[in-house]
């Protein structure tokens, strides 16, 4: 079990938003542990879609936008697309200086 | 451009060894930290060592301290993971990634990964 819960599945229709979750705790999100989020789609590299809870690397859509707030972090994607449907990581940092991972959520496009 | 391949995933026996290898290119090696991510079949990622820029510190998981050894090598850019006392529950695709952050500071994250090497701990 992951020490950062995510919903394991979400799904939205094209067009639509759909936010995903990553819960922590006082010794991780809630100490003040910046927050990044990862798009992985099977068989190939995983990649960085936000970085310190609200930033995008360039060349990330504006369609993705993270938040950060007490023990909680949120990724949310706008105007839906096809090619959004993968699985999406939360990543942050625990007291005892571990890197942690949320479970991960998969998102389907219907 | 940023390249990072990762090699040397296989069969292995329990309590075998096997060495994973990344090499990089297309930036300065000698200048990041590097860390070893893997993912289990049907799980999600397990962060499982970092190593800083300079080679000076390591850090690993609980579940692989003692067994794993990460190391660099600057002159061939390349990262590698030393497994020792493989179990099956170390099966799992094994990932370099790149740290744009640091993580003495609570701070790292990827921005760069390899396509992953699968390793089967099996009998």
């Known amino acids: 079990q992951s020490v950062l819960t995510q919903p394991p599945s979400v799904s939205g229709a094209p067009g639509q938003r759909v936010t995903i979750s990553c819960t922590g705790s006082?010794?991780?999100?809630?100490?003040?542990?910046?927050v990044h989020w990862y798009q992985h789609l099977p068989g190939t590299a995983p990649k960085l879609l936000i970085y310190g809870n609200n930033n995008r690397p360039s060349g990330v859509p504006d369609r993705f936008s993270g938040s950060k707030s007490g023990t909680s972090a949120s990724l949310a994607i706008t105007g839906l697309q096809a090619e959004d449907e993968a699985d999406y990581y939360c990543?942050?940092?625990?007291?005892?200086?571990?890197?942690?991972f949320g479970g991960g959520t998969t998102l389907t496009v219907l | 451009q940023v390249q990072l391949v990762e090699s040397g995933g296989g069969v292995v026996q329990p309590g075998r060894s096997l060495r994973l290898s990344c090499a990089t290119s297309?930036?300065?090696?000698?200048?990041?930290?590097f860390h070893w991510v893997r993912q289990p079949p049907g799980k999600g990622l397990e962060w499982v060592a970092v190593?800083?820029?300079?080679?000076?510190?390591?850090y690993y998981a609980d579940s692989v301290r003692g067994r794993f050894t990460i190391s660099r090598d600057s002159s061939k850019s390349t990262l590698y993971l030393q497994m020792n006392s493989l179990r099956a529950e170390d099966t799992a695709v094994y990932y370099c990634a790149r740290d744009l952050g640091t993580f003495s500071n609570y701070a790292s994250y990827f921005d760069y990964w390899g396509q992953g090497t699968l390793v089967t701990v099996s009998s």
């Open positions: 006082s010794s991780n999100i809630g100490a003040g542990y910046d």
């Open positions: 990543q942050s940092f625990d007291s005892n200086l571990s890197l942690i």
């Open positions: 190593i800083w820029y300079d080679g000076s510190n390591q």
């Open positions: 297309g930036f300065t090696f000698s200048s990041y930290g």
